[in-house]
């Protein structure tokens, strides 16, 4: 009996330091003892001097440790310094609470562009497509984290791709993927003028979306196409360069790391600069509709007589 009785009063000692209480000051979330609660303080504070792996298991960590980390994340979100702000937006994407959604949408308000693209990405992973443009503007973005980034999130929200390829050589076709995202987002929105304006502003050609369904309610707005000439080349002074082999960073989580820093801070994996003469199959071509059907299968490119 004494021994049953020593065993459970250890037991009971034993989950008092390591449960976390249910509410506390009217929070909705778990709130953590002193002992977690100090350490989840600690690295979010930390968090301006992590970089590249240190910085991506601290966040790893928060992620991990769950319910109980949101109000410091929260109180992340409003930190001085702009890196704890969109390490905190990554994080709670990671945790996928939506009860988070309303203090994202008011970081949205952020002047820092790189908060406002992380808590973007959060926010459309939470379901939130409203904040899609945000993401299909960073596709035209110089730096290729951000796009990758960008097109990673859009995709696995939306099940679409229309051949967008972060590392596409072709600044024509790359545009023609980017005006086929504005598309589908007129006609999820019904803002037409969103796909017009980038139409018009980069000369492009009609290239039909084909949403595959993936409409708002309510909101099926044709999109009107306005169709502008393509300027003519000029073949004596071609424009195109071939840029150096790049690097694509390959995440070992879904989402990707946060836009912190400038750089991506999960493991890379060479990317081999395709051959110049080579006919991408993989992209769509400005004068062709290829697109994807409802099974996720491409479609090839209808070619004129």
Same mark, same amino acid.
């Given at each position: 009996?004494?021994i049953?009785?020593?065993?459970?009063?250890l037991?009971?000692?034993?989950? &008092?330091?390591?449960?976390?209480?249910?509410t506390?000051n009217?929070?909705?979330y778990?709130?953590?003892?002193?002992?977690m609660a100090?350490?989840?303080t600690?690295?979010?504070e930390?968090?301006p001097?992590?970089?590249?792996?240190?910085?991506?298991?601290?966040?790893?960590w928060? &992620?991990?440790?769950?319910?109980?980390?949101?109000?410091?994340?929260?109180?992340?979100l409003?930190?001085?310094? !702009?890196?704890v702000r969109s390490s905190?937006?990554?994080?709670?994407g990671r945790?996928?609470?939506?009860?988070?959604?309303?203090d994202l949408?008011?970081?949205?308000?952020?002047?820092?562009?790189?908060?406002?693209?992380e808590?973007a990405r959060t926010?459309?992973?939470?379901g939130?497509?409203?904040?899609?443009?945000?993401?299909?503007?960073g596709?035209?973005?110089?730096?290729?984290e951000?796009r990758?980034?960008?097109?990673?999130?859009?995709?696995a929200?939306t099940?679409?791709d229309? %051949?967008?390829?972060?590392?596409?050589?072709s600044?024509?076709q790359?545009?023609?993927s980017?005006l086929r995202?504005?598309?589908?987002?007129?006609e999820y929105?019904?803002?037409?003028?969103?796909a017009?304006?980038y139409q018009?502003?980069n000369?492009?050609?009609?290239?039909?979306?084909?949403?595959?369904?993936e409409t708002?309610?309510?909101?099926?707005t044709?999109?009107?196409?306005?169709?502008? !000439?393509?300027?003519? !080349?000029?073949?004596?002074?071609p424009?195109?360069e071939?840029?150096?082999?790049?690097?694509?960073?390959n995440?070992?989580t !879904?989402?990707? #790391?946060?836009t912190?820093? =400038?750089?991506?801070t999960?493991?890379?994996a060479?990317v081999?600069?395709p051959?110049p003469?080579a006919?991408?199959?993989s992209n769509?071509?400005?004068n %062709?509709? &290829? =697109?994807y059907?409802?099974? %996720? &299968?491409?479609?090839? #490119?209808?070619r004129?007589n």
């Open positions: 009996m004494r049953a009785a020593l065993s459970a009063t037991l009971f000692c034993f989950a &008092a330091c390591t449960t976390t209480e249910t506390s009217n929070s909705p778990q709130q953590p003892n002193s002992l100090g350490e989840i600690r690295r979010v930390q968090i001097y992590q970089h590249r792996e240190e910085l991506l298991q601290s966040l790893m928060l &992620a991990q440790t769950g319910e109980q980390t949101i109000p410091a994340l929260l109180t992340g409003h930190h001085e310094n !702009p890196k905190c937006a990554w994080v709670l945790i996928g609470d939506r009860r988070v959604i309303p949408q008011q970081v949205m308000k952020d002047d820092e562009a790189t908060v406002r693209m808590a926010l459309v992973s939470l939130d497509l409203n904040w899609s443009p945000t993401l299909i503007e596709l035209d973005s110089d730096r290729k951000v990758y980034l960008c097109h990673e999130a859009l995709k929200s099940g679409h229309f %051949g967008y390829d972060h590392l596409n050589e600044k024509d790359m545009m023609v980017v995202w504005r598309q589908w987002w007129s929105s019904g803002d037409a003028f969103f017009q304006s018009q502003k000369h492009l050609d009609a290239q039909p979306a084909q949403p595959m369904g708002k309610p309510g909101t099926e044709n999109v009107v196409p306005v169709p502008v !000439p393509n300027p003519t !080349p000029n073949p004596a002074n424009t195109t071939v840029p150096a082999i790049e690097s694509v960073t995440p070992g !879904p989402g990707g #790391a946060p912190t820093n =400038g750089t991506v999960e493991p890379q060479p081999t600069n051959t003469n006919t991408p199959t769509p071509t400005p %062709g509709n &290829a =697109g059907n409802s099974n %996720g &299968a491409e479609t090839p #490119a209808r004129g």
